[in-house]
T-cell receptor
Framework: NAGVTQTPKFRVLKTGQSMTLLCAQD?????MYWYRQDPGMGLRLIHYSVGEGTTAKGEVPDGYNVSRLKKQNFLLGLESAAPSQTSVYFC??????????FGPGTRLTVL | GEDVEQSLFLSVREGDSSVISCTYT??????LYWYKQEPGAGLQLLTY?????DMKQDQRLTVLLNKKDKHLSLRIADTQTGDSAIYFCAELYSSASKIIFGSGTRLSIRP
């Protein structure tokens, strides 16, 4: 039982490049979330999903897209990366609105 | 609006008790959480409390909830060097099925 895993752990992009972050969970959770963490700002919710095939916007959705084609996976895409998207990205999952379990994070740098 | 506020720093002497606190805005929150984040790692759930409880104790951790003032605190007894981390308070924002995090309190331990 791996819990929540994220791929990759680190990435460096140039401005304008695109990439996809993958989150996978093996706990059969319905809800999944993507957050970004910036110094002194805590966690901010980017997008979330309450079930396979559904997504919803969080606090800071601009510049990101998500997809939940399978229950166990939640993908976060950056279509055209900007330096303001340099951050640590955390994925989480939960059984409905119960406790969220977090992945180890992906550190993204956009030059 | 949705907001969870915490002080940014706390320094305590090893062996003393640490008290980290936060205030939240949603009076209808059902769950309130404390997460711990060690350097370079993801968030780890420490404990949580249901809104119909005033206190919860779990070994060295004591959570106190004052619903009237919307104030949540985490007391760590006999603080050790391994307790050095950032501690996040979070509330389940019931109307939107999402969890709102505070900005985190960095706990440092001095000998």
């Amino acid at each position: 039982n791996a819990g929540v895993t994220q791929t990759p752990k680190f990435r460096v992009l140039k401005t304008g490049q695109s990439m996809t972050l993958l989150c996978a969970q093996d706990m059969n959770h319905e809800y999944m979330y993507w957050y970004r963490q910036d110094p002194g700002m805590g966690l901010r919710l980017i997008h979330y999903s309450v079930g396979e095939g559904t997504t919803a916007k969080g606090e800071v959705p601009d510049g990101y897209n998500v997809s939940r084609l399978k229950k166990q996976n939640f993908l976060l895409g950056l279509e055209s990366a900007a330096p303001s998207q340099t951050s640590v990205y955390f994925c989480a999952s939960s059984h409905l609105t119960d406790t969220q379990y977090f992945g180890p994070g992906t550190r993204l740098t956009v030059l | 609006g949705e907001d969870v506020e915490q002080s940014l720093f706390l320094s305590v002497r090893e062996g003393d008790s640490s008290v980290i606190s936060c205030t939240y805005t949603d009076s209808s929150s059902t769950y309130l959480y404390w997460y711990k984040q060690e350097p370079g790692a993801g968030l780890q759930l420490l404990t949580y409390i249901f809104s119909n409880m005033d206190m919860k104790q779990d070994q060295r951790l004591t959570v106190l909830l004052n619903k009237k003032d919307k104030h949540l605190s985490l007391r760590i007894a006999d603080t050790q060097t391994g307790d050095s981390a950032i501690y996040f308070c979070a509330e389940l924002y019931s109307s939107a099925s999402k969890i709102i995090f505070g900005s985190g309190t960095r706990l440092s331990i001095r000998p």
